[in-house]
């Protein structure tokens, strides 16, 4: 039996504080954050960049890759996002959706946290301290 070859994801935006792959042979979009500072402005581009290209490519699955993210929201930003950002994620077509954040981080599936609807989403979202938990759980049914 042939072996399936699964192709490396394609680089397909980013700015100075983020980078965005496609993950083309699994229909997922995969957004890493890079070290450095950012403002809450930067913080909402990126975001606004992230659900561009959601609605550019129709994903399944987004994960935001976290580890490097270091960043306190000002006031509002995350009803910002709420209100902005993740009605676009479900307009796409997204089913899940996984944050992938520092091994220690509360709040992880590894921790023994179940994925869940937050705010205003259609789908669950998972935090996963590992990227092979994540990649597990986007391809549960």
Same mark, same amino acid.
Do not use: C
């Given at each position: 039996?042939? #072996?399936?070859?699964?192709?490396?994801?394609?680089?397909?935006?980013?700015?100075?504080?983020?980078?965005?792959?496609?993950?083309?042979?699994?229909?997922?979009?995969?957004?890493?954050?890079?070290?450095?500072?950012?403002?809450?402005?930067?913080?909402?581009?990126?975001?606004?960049?992230?659900?561009?290209?959601?609605?550019?490519?129709?994903?399944?699955?987004?994960?935001?890759?976290?580890?490097?993210?270091?960043? #306190?929201?000002?006031?509002?930003?995350?009803?910002?996002?709420?209100?902005?950002?993740?009605?676009?994620?479900?307009?796409?077509?997204?089913?899940?959706?996984?944050?992938?954040?520092?091994?220690?981080?509360?709040?992880?599936? #590894?921790?023994?946290?179940?994925?869940?609807?937050?705010?205003?989403?259609?789908?669950?979202?998972?935090?996963?301290?590992?990227?092979?938990?994540?990649?597990?759980?986007?391809?549960?049914?």
């Amino acid at each position: 039996m042939a #072996e399936v070859q699964q192709l490396e994801p394609v680089e397909v935006a980013r700015n100075p504080w983020g980078v965005i792959l496609h993950h083309e042979d699994w229909r997922t979009l995969e957004l890493r954050w890079l070290p450095g500072e950012l403002s809450d402005d930067d913080f909402k581009e990126t975001l606004t960049l992230f659900a561009q290209m959601g609605d550019q490519h129709k994903p399944r699955y987004m994960i935001v890759d976290a580890t490097d993210f270091h960043h #306190e929201f000002g006031p509002d930003v995350t009803g910002w996002r709420d209100r902005n950002i993740i009605p676009r994620y479900g307009a796409a077509g997204v089913t899940k959706f996984a944050f992938l954040v520092a091994p220690g981080v509360p709040g992880t599936v #590894e921790a023994g946290a179940q994925p869940g609807v937050e705010g205003s989403a259609s789908f669950p979202t998972g935090w996963f301290s590992t990227r092979e938990r994540a990649y597990r759980w986007l391809a549960e049914s």
